[in-house]
Every structure is written in C-alpha cells, then in structure tokens.
C-alpha cells in the first residue's frame, strides 16, 4: 500500500480528498492532519458575522470527509517536515511516516509586526479562534456601555469585507446606539482589485460610514485603539486585525525548499522544488515560476489538480503542469445583501447581481461536502 499523507484540512485538500472519495485510488491508504475538526471557508466568514450563514454553512467536517474517503483522521498540528526521512513530526510526539505528503496549511497573522497586538487586539486568523470572540463582541456592544468604535487593521479584501460585515451586525444589534467602524490600511484600499472596483468600494464605504484611513501603516495597538508610525491615534473600543499575514514558521522546521519570504517553493506540477514525493499547495505555498496572490480561488483550482497528480504518482505515470490563472473574479460583500465584482484591470460591477453570483459560488462549493454528496463507508 502507499500511505499517502495530507497535512491540513485547506481547500485544496478537501477538493482532492473529495475527489478521491468518490473515485478511490487502489492501492492507497491516506491520512489526514488538522488541528480541528471542521475546517472554516472563509469567504463565508463575512456573511457568517453578518448572520446570514450558520457554523455548519461555512466549515467543511473533516472528520466525515476522511471518512468517506476510507482515510484516518488524525487530529493534530504539524510540527517538521521532513522530506528526506519522509516522515511528518506532529504536536503529539508522534512521527507519520509516508510515501507520498502534501501540505496545505494555510497562512498565519504576523501579530509581531505591530506592537501590542498579541494582547489588545483580535487576529483574523485562526478563524476557529476569531468567531467566538467576534460574537462576544456583538455581545458587549449590546450593552449601553459596550464598544461602540472598531478598527479594523488591513485594508485588503478579507479586512473590508469583514468590516462591512462588523458594521451591519453591530448595527443591528446594538439597539439603536451609534456604532462607528474604521479601517486602516498601510497602503490605498483593496490594492488587489481594479480602480473602477475601487471606485464602487469607495462609494459604498462612503454611504454606509466607514471611515477609511489609507496610507496609514499602524505602529501599535493599546486599549485605547492604534496609533500609526507617523503619530497619529486611532480611537478604538475594539481592534481587529487582517493584516500582515505571513507563512506558518513551521514550515521552517525540517528541509523542505523554501521562498525567501518563508513559503514552500513549488514547480508546476505542485511539488516541493527538489521533492519527489511531497506536494504542497494552497496559501502555503508559492509557485515560484507562477507566484500569486494569496487566495482561495488559486486554493480550490489546485484541488483537483492535486488529485490527479497523487493518482499519477501513485501508478508511476508523469505529472501534469498546473498553471494558475492570471486573472480572476474578486466579489466584495458590502454586508447589505450587495457585492463588488472586479476581474482583470477593468471589468467591476456592483449591486446585487454580485452578491448573487458570490453566494451561488460560496454555497455550491460547501455543497460538495454535504453528507447527501459523498459516498457512505461503514
Ligand atoms: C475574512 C476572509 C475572507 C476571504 N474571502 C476570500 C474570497 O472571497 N475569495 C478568495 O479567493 N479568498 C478569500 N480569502 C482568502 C482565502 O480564505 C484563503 O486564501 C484560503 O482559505 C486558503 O486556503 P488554503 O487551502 O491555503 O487553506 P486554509 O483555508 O488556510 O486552511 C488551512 C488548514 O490547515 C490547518 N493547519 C494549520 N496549521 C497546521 C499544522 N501545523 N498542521 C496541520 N494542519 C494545520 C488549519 O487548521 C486549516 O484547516 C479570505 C480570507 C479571509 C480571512
């Protein structure tokens, strides 16, 4: 038998395994690792805060995924990756040894590049950790004496759409009581989409109250809220952050080829660059020929190419390339059942086509793992 080894429950893992549920591999044993047991889709996440998706909409149940695969479930973080010896060391003591590994472990909160975060602020990421600290947040603001102010460090697409969704929420929550939201972003907002998307967000940050400050990289966070390297203070009741995300410092451990700024280096066909046996995909990961922005569209189309090319090193056939695309569609929620819709440097749409459009995507994706759509093993 091959052990086949999947470290992570990130998108591009589900999809393979999915993929490997209904169509098993002969001759293949695989386990998979992750520290929790439902894995957060975190498009979903604004419309999670914003109550429009429940806990069970937006997380894939690894548990039941390796299960329809025939695969074991091992509930655990990794702590080396090491190629040579072909084996995975993990926060147990135990060592997994493999035959073939991926990784797909995400991305993590760089909280040390602002002062002070660690203590006073919430980080984005884990989303496992951040969803019960945002709801006791909309709990507090229910009170007359709760937080009314909440920055939100990082003006990329994740912050804003979070942002928005924060607004709406507290809004309605708060019973009627003035609640400001304000994003700051060390560059312009949202640098990812094109400007006549940029145009639209900026309108509808505008109509609904947001207070945006770009250009305003933040030096430190306190309980008063942030203060930004060129002096000036922020007032804040709450700080969230979104920002400065940087590869796991796991990926350090062991001799797996790395990017400078710390990510696994991959070739085209998804393997580690110098690795025969080990993949690795997802956020994770860079593909040095091809790099991308870190997001969860390039996640999910590396999941079936994932599949394909384990298959194929399974029966000792050759690899595929697996190109990312150079364009793609971005969808803004703007938390009032509309979207920004941006693709290449000029489409941009917004209204509620959009959020249609997002939502259709966001929950045909979580349908693939409903129980009704994987095969049962006893
Ligand atoms: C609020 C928000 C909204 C977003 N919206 C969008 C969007 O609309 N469109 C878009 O394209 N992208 C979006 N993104 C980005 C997108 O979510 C990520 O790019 C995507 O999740 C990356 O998927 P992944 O496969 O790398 O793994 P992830 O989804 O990051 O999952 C990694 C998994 O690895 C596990 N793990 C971590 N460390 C270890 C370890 N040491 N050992 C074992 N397992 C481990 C984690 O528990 C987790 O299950 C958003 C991000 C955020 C924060």
Excluded at 48 to 67: C, S, V, W
Excluded at 188 to 210: D, H, K, Q
Excluded at 237 to 264: I, K, N, W, Y
């Amino acid at each position: 038998m091959t052990h086949l080894v999947l470290v992570g429950g990130g998108h591009a893992h589900a999809l393979a395994l999915r993929g490997l549920a209904l169509d098993p591999e002969p001759g293949l044993r695989i386990t998979l690792v992750a520290p929790e047991r439902y894995s957060p889709y975190s498009g979903m996440l604004p419309g999670h805060i914003a109550g429009l998706y429940g806990f069970e909409a937006m997380h894939i149940d690894l548990e039941r995924l390796a299960k329809a695969a025939g695969a074991d479930f091992v509930r655990a973080r990794a702590t080396g990756f090491h190629g040579a010896d072909k084996r995975i060391a993990l926060d147990n003591g135990e060592n997994l040894s493999f035959d073939i590994a991926s990784i797909d472990i995400g991305i993590t909160p760089d909280l040390d590049a602002i002062d002070g975060s660690r203590t006073h602020a919430l980080a984005v990421k884990p989303i496992g950790s951040l969803i019960p600290k945002l709801e006791g947040l909309i709990a507090q603001a229910q009170h007359p004496d709760g937080p009314r102010r909440v920055l939100v460090i990082g003006g990329g697409a994740a912050g804003t759409c979070l942002a928005f969704a924060l607004l709406h929420r507290l809004r309605r929550e708060s019973d009627g009581r003035v609640i400001d939201v304000a994003l700051a972003t060390a560059q312009e907002i949202t640098p990812e989409i094109n400007a006549a998307a940029r145009f639209f967000l900026r309108r509808s940050l505008r109509r609904v109250g947001i207070t945006v400050h770009e250009h305003s990289r933040i030096a430190r966070i306190d309980a008063n809220g942030a203060r930004t390297v060129d002096g000036r203070d922020l007032t804040a009741d709450a700080v969230l952050v979104a920002s400065h995300a940087q590869a796991p410092a796991v990926l350090a451990e062991g001799d797996l080829a790395r990017t400078p700024d710390g990510f696994l280096a991959i070739g085209e066909d998804l393997r580690v660059r110098g690795q025969d046996a080990v993949f690795a995909v997802g956020d994770c990961a860079t593909m040095t020929a091809h790099p991308r922005p870190k997001a969860g569209v390039f996640a999910v189309r590396q999941g079936p190419a994932l599949r394909r090319n384990i298959r194929a090193l399974v029966r000792g056939e050759a690899l595929s390339p697996h190109i990312p695309q150079k364009d793609w569609l971005m969808l803004i929620a703007t938390g009032d059942g509309s979207a920004i819709a941006s693709r290449g440097g000029s489409f941009a749409f917004a209204g509620r086509l959009p959020w249609l459009v997002k939502d259709r995507i966001d929950r045909k994706f979580m349908a693939l793992f409903d129980h009704d759509a994987l095969p049962t093993k006893s």
